[in-house]
């Protein structure tokens, strides 16, 4: 009886319809926060990006992936993302882009925790990002229902063979992703 108590718990019901739900990409953002020379932090984020997720009846059915495109950076300074997309730094020609594939996504109620694999160029690993579930709402234009989601988490560059301009730019980049996705349409 235990066994089939544990398997209940592990077997999360989910508040999102099951489908293939859309990324809604003018209301989704991929943010970062890097520390320039240990004393100030840089913000940016990329803007253009692809994500899908998969919504099963079980939290366990979850699947999300997203790639995005490196040369899309955005630090608010020109000069800046073009250094950055050269070959002595991010080299946006061999790693154009960096993606994300979920393996576990557990929680309930709004907390939830994603485990996946992040591939920056040839080097793939491990991440674990925080989920925040926003809610659920139905769009008052066209009836279109879009959920919300905010996940956080941090990778360390030199784990990804990005260990340019040490002393200069931090080890640890803090990432933030705010994404909607909108409901399948059953028809």
Not at 39 to 55: H, N, P, Q, S
Not at 93 to 116: A, F, H, I, L, Q
Not at 147 to 165: C, V
């Amino acid at each position: 009886m235990t066994n089939d108590i544990a398997a209940a718990a592990s077997a999360t019901a989910l508040p999102l319809a099951p489908g293939n739900w859309a990324l809604d990409p003018f209301h989704s953002s991929v943010n970062f926060t890097i520390r320039h020379l240990g004393i100030a932090k840089v913000r940016g984020r990329f803007e253009r990006l692809e994500a899908e997720l998969f919504v099963g009846e079980r939290a366990e059915d979850v699947r999300v992936s997203a790639t995005v495109d490196l040369a899309s950076i955005d630090t608010g300074n020109a000069d800046r993302d073009a250094h950055v997309r050269a070959s002595d730094l991010l080299d946006v020609e061999k790693r154009p882009t960096m993606t994300y594939r979920s393996t576990r996504v557990s929680g309930e109620g709004e907390d939830w925790t994603m485990e996946g694999e992040l591939t920056i160029g040839e080097v793939t690993r491990p991440v674990t990002l925080a989920v925040e579930f926003g809610g659920l709402v139905e769009v008052p234009m066209d009836g279109s229902r879009h959920a919300g989601f905010e996940a956080t988490g941090e990778i360390r560059r030199s784990e990804f063979g990005l260990d340019f301009a040490p002393g200069l730019l931090g080890e640890v980049v803090k990432i933030q992703l705010d994404m909607q996705f909108v409901e399948p349409k059953n028809d």
